[in-house]
């Protein structure tokens, strides 16, 4: 069975690409397919803006759509980004300056506890949706490093390792990513369907 990722955003494609060819599923982009589509994310949970866009790029093209909705959310910022993550300082900022943005407000703050979290959804043409979540701890450092990865993984510090995301090799940072949990978890819903 072919799936199609529902995602625009490079990084996640070839996050979930790599997970996800490893454990035996084909994978194809939605502009693979030639399906350009705009999704409103207009949900109030991570869980709810993934069926958005899972449901609607099921329904364009005829197949099995995975989604994910992920964020970063930092305790010393009541929750912030969360899940407006990907425009938090603004929409037209780039990752590094929405790290930067980031930073700024964590100035002064001792509690640096944060969490990436990601839900995964996979809406079927004929069946119920499968729903799968994941999360990371660790913390919030004060300067960006690292080139690997994208979004806030210069920033945030992989408990054990003294290395953020941006620091780790691809292999790695999916064995402990939240989207690499959530991958995985989503392997084994898909198993006790019957399917893969």
Request: glycine letters at 10%.
């Amino acid at each position: 069975m072919t799936f199609v990722l529902a995602t625009a955003n490079p990084g996640k494609i070839k996050e979930m690409r790599d997970i996800l060819s490893g454990m035996g599923i084909d994978v194809v982009t939605r502009k693979d397919l030639g399906i350009e589509l705009d999704v409103d994310e207009t949900g109030t949970t991570f869980a709810q803006n993934a069926l958005l866009k899972a449901d609607a790029i099921c329904k364009a093209s005829g197949l099995p759509a995975i989604a994910d909705d992920s964020g970063l959310i930092v305790e010393a910022l009541d929750g912030e980004p969360g899940l407006y993550s990907s425009s938090y300082g603004g929409e037209e900022l780039s990752a590094e300056q929405r790290c930067a943005y980031l930073l700024e407000k964590m100035q002064n703050k001792e509690q640096r506890s944060a969490k990436f979290v990601c839900t995964i959804v996979c809406s079927f043409p004929d069946d119920m949706p499968l729903i799968a979540e994941g999360e990371c701890r660790g913390e919030i450092i004060a300067e960006q490093r690292g080139i690997n990865g994208f979004g806030y993984d210069p920033i945030f510090l992989v408990p054990g390792t003294n290395k953020t995301m941006a620091e780790l090799s691809s292999n790695e940072k999916n064995q402990i990513s939240h989207r690499g949990e959530a991958l995985r978890s989503f392997i084994r819903l898909l198993n006790e369907r019957g399917i893969g």
